[in-house]
Nanobody
Framework: LVQLVESGGGSVQAGGTLRLSCAVSGYNYRRNCIGWFRQAPGKEREGVAAINSVVLISYADSVKGRFTISQDNAKNTVYLQMTSLKPEDTAMYYC????????????????WGQGTQVTVSS
């Protein structure tokens, strides 16, 4: 059974920092990409960051310089460090594994977590 469990969301003020975690079990994500996505109410899902087995990393333009994706293979966990948060970063954040189409960033994935809410107030 493949499971992705996100944690670390919360409510912060603008300029604050959060670190999201995505614990992966039942799947060797190091063979493929792991992506972080977000979706705000009334908006389409957006690929935020992605990392693949050779540590190629990509970011959406809206988060470059503020978000950092990393992985701890010993813990089977992928992180999304978010700094200088803005109100427009408010969304439900999801991690996804097993890319089945498209690019690592924003592509189509087979497995998804349940999401963790990030709320940034001004």
């Amino acid at each position: 059974l493949v499971q992705l469990v996100e944690s670390g969301g919360g409510s912060v003020q603008a300029g604050g920092t959060l670190r999201l975690s995505c614990a992966v079990s039942g799947y060797n994500y190091r063979r493929n990409c792991i992506g972080w996505f977000r979706q705000a109410p009334g908006k389409e899902r957006e690929g935020v960051a992605a990392i693949n087995s050779v540590v190629l990393i990509s970011y959406a333009d809206s988060v470059k310089g503020r978000f950092t994706i990393s992985q701890d293979n010993a813990k089977n966990t992928v992180y999304l460090q978010m700094t200088s948060l803005k109100p427009e970063d408010t969304a439900m954040y999801y991690c996804a594994a097993d890319l089945v189409g498209g690019r690592c960033l924003g592509g189509n994935y087979n497995y998804w977590g349940q999401g963790t809410q990030v709320t940034v107030s001004s």
